[in-house]
């Protein structure tokens, strides 16, 4: 179940400041333009291409971001704000070891766009800046704590706890996807029986190889046996349409996904569970699954407060990155420190 806020972005206020915006994914960066309001004025993508170096990515981001402002005739940009995979350091200013993206791996960021951005600039895990953008704009707006989980090429939570983003003195609270739910089973963030190998688009893949592999031995008929490669859509979308095998890998993937959000509720007692990507797109596969984790595992008063929703932001890349922009606005650290000041 979920509750829903007010619909839509609001209107652009008089005066507004105008904001940039930079999702950096594991298969393509979303640019944008965009308000404090959290509403898109204009946007484009570039494909993270895996032979191009970070560097070279983000110059070409920079070069399309100015284009498109010039577009857009509503003053200068006040602020650029990057979402971007973790895990990160910001006492070092760089990635870590980001699993999907190798040549973006321990990427010094905060030097770059110090000496490359033309504005005021701001980076964050993007599990923290889509829970950030949640709490501005989308389901967890007026919420006191609630989790984002990520569900996409990684899979990562991002915090609300007490009003505000918790990150951890080291940026690494949230990274989940390392979490072995099982002794074995599909690989993600290099862990088998993972998190991240069980709930994200990679692991729900292999998870469906696996699945295809045992009914074609079988001789059981799937519509998975016509597909090279399977992507999770395909997945989804077949498990919609009743295919026997498809509908095996969510109630897998989805059993997994449920025993991680009971322990979720257990330990940070949220109000709301709001499920990223994946999960919005195919929220009616993955919610009961989520809905009986948390019935069989968690505490009972937390089975009772905790709601689940798919993310109810209009568009949620974009928003994401906006959102660090703006909370460099709202709390104005030093240019390129993190958005909560820490150094």
Known sequence: MHDKP?????????????????????????LCIGDADGR?????????????????????????????????????????????????????????????????QFFPLRDWLQRESPWPASFMNDANASMLAEALWGAARGTQSAV???????????????????????????????????????????????????????????????ERLAAQQAGLATRLLGLDPITPKDVCELALAGDTAALAVIQRCGRELGRLCAILADVLDPELLVLGTIGTAYFELFAPWVRAGLEADAIRGAVTRVRVSPSLLEDRGNQTALAVARRLLDAPPSPLRNPAGTP
Request: aromatic share 4%; with cysteine.
């Open 40 to 104: 898109v004025l204009a946007r484009d993508r570039i494909a993270t291409d895996p032979t191009r170096p970070a560097a070279e990515l983000l110059a070409a981001s920079l070069a399309r971001l100015r284009e498109l402002a010039t577009g857009v005739s509503a003053g200068p940009i006040a602020a650029l704000g990057l979402a971007v995979p973790g895990p990160l350091s910001y006492a070092e200013g760089r990635l870590l070891e980001v699993p999907n993206l190798p040549l973006w």
């Open 148 to 210: 984002f989980l990520t569900m996409s090429t990684g899979m990562g939570a991002g915090l609300w706890l007490d009003g505000r983003v918790y990150e951890g003195p080291r940026a690494l609270a949230g990274e989940i996807g390392h979490l072995r739910l099982r002794d074995d089973g599909p690989v993600g963030f290099g862990v088998r029986g993972s998190v991240e190998g069980y709930c994200s688009g990679p692991g729900i893949v292999q998870v469906a190889e696996a």
């Open 6 to 30: 007010p619909s839509g972005s609001p209107a652009r206020r008089p005066g507004s400041p105008l904001l940039a915006g930079l999702d950096v994914g594991g298969t393509k960066l979303g």
